[in-house]
């Protein structure tokens, strides 16, 4: 089995709680800043020495790894990566993704969305029926 990965792009003071948060939760943290001395080195599983405003830089060090999710806490900067990081990692824009969410929503009476526990919520709906 492979372990998942966070990216978290910025290394400094601000993002060091989302290094230590993700650790905890078990996850592999890939840290990613350009300057090779940033505080989240020290913390990162694995650390790229790569700007934070070159998603296509950034990906071709990930390469094929396993990403959970890339976040980039307290910097507005690198939003645009993140968004493009995710697409190309988890993105809704894949081909497979949008066939399984697709599925999943024909299969249920219930409106699926990726944020949600669709047994939770036909178990609520299901009590507001028949109170």
């Known amino acids: 089995m492979s372990t998942s990965n966070l990216v978290i792009l910025g290394g400094g003071e ?5 290094y230590v948060e993700g650790r905890r939760l078990g996850y ?3 840290g990613v800043d350009q300057r090779p001395d940033a505080l989240g080195a020290r913390y990162a599983d694995e ?5 934070t405003r070159e998603p296509d830089a950034i990906a071709a060090e990930l390469g094929d790894k396993v990403v959970a999710a890339v976040l980039s806490p307290a910097s507005d900067v690198a939003q ?8 190309r990692y988890r993105g809704w824009g894949s081909r497979r993704r949008r066939r399984f969410v697709r599925r999943r929503t024909r299969a249920s009476s219930t409106p699926w ?5 669709s047994r939770c919520t036909r ?8 109170s």
Do not use: H, M
Request: neutral net charge; contains cysteine.
């Open 80 to 87: 645009s990566s993140v968004a493009a990081l995710n697409e």
């Open 28 to 30: 592999r943290i890939i």
């Open 14 to 18: 601000d993002q060091l709680p989302a």
């Open 113 to 117: 969305s990726p944020n949600s526990d």
């Open 123 to 130: 178990s609520r709906r299901a009590t507001a029926l028949t």
């Open 47 to 51: 650390f790229l020495c790569v700007t």
